[in-house]
């Protein structure tokens, strides 16, 4: 069977899912690009060029991503989808103590329930159906570094990226039935909008009265401002996503993450006590006297 050149990527007009979007375009792929605004829908067509198609869906808009999957398949049903890319994400940071439990339902609904939401609607055109004509398609779960390790500040994102770990897992094995391959991509600081949406300076003002506030602030000017001066770009991240998802055997899980020592090797090797006194010393998190 042939492979199919079509690509779905989400979350494409910025970041990662910009960068992929080209990556792709640029090795012949015809790749859909999910965007919120119709605004961005035009930009990407302009900037990217025909094999660009915008799709137009919020992945929390289960109706509009029906109606999508739907348009899609009248239009590419017998070739099919070569892969997906579940790209789209938001991080919202802050301590537990002083966040709405809204706040978690909003990132969950965007990282976990639109992610799933997204890969049932198009697991037929991947392969999952009795009379697919291509070859089975490839899903790649664009995780983070914080669905391994998990910081003060961001149990939100890092709740929500444990659990895109944690579901790909059992999908993986799942899908072995189709032959259809998922790929858990992790990386670490890239510098992408993501962080000036989510976890920044503005957002920090919400909790000006916080216990936690010193903590935040010493927080945000480390951790955050580290990793987008010291971070990869997000093109950078895109072609070796691109490499991992054109490889015949890819590993199930590739970690993407600058100064790989400090970032990855290190804190999953210190026993958790270790790394909670060095996160309580670095952010002043004792308690007051």
């Known amino acids: 069977m042939a492979k199919s050149k079509n690509i779905l990527i989400t979350g494409a007009s910025t970041g990662i899912g910009y960068d992929l979007a080209k990556v792709f375009v640029e090795n012949g792929y015809t790749v859909y690009g999910s965007v919120r605004k119709q605004a961005d829908a035009d930009r990407l067509s302009q900037e990217l060029g025909e094999k660009f198609n915008a799709v137009l869906f919020d ?81 790649v779960q664009i995780s983070s570094v914080a669905g391994k390790i998990g910081m003060p500040f961001m149990s939100p994102y890092v709740g929500s990226k444990h659990a895109v770990e944690g579901l790909s897992e059992s999908l993986r094995r799942e899908l072995q039935l189709f032959g259809i391959k998922v790929i858990v991509i992790g990386p670490g600081p890239i510098k992408t909008p993501i962080w000036n949406k989510g976890v920044s300076e503005e957002a920090n003002t919400r909790f000006k009265d916080s216990f936690y506030e010193e903590s935040i602030n010493i927080f945000q000017n480390s951790f955050v401002k580290d990793a987008i001066k010291n971070g990869w770009t997000s093109e950078k991240a895109a072609r070796i996503i691109f490499g991992a998802f054109e490889e015949k055997n890819p590993k199930a899980r590739y970690a993407l993450v600058p100064q790989r020592f400090k970032n990855w090797i290190l804190p999953r090797l210190l026993p958790s006590k270790a790394l909670d006194k060095f996160v309580r010393k670095n952010l002043k998190l004792r308690p007051k006297k």
């Open 59 to 139: 992945v929390t808009d289960h109706a509009a991503v029906d109606n999508e999957a739907e348009k899609m398949y009248e239009k590419i049903g017998r070739e099919g989808l070569g892969g997906l890319i579940n790209n789209a994400g938001i991080a919202i940071g802050g301590p537990m103590l002083d966040l709405s439990l809204d706040d978690y339902r909003q990132q969950f609904e965007v990282n976990v329930i639109g992610l799933i939401k997204v890969t049932k609607a198009f697991l037929p055109l991947l392969g999952a159906r009795s009379d697919h004509h291509s070859e089975p398609g490839r899903i």
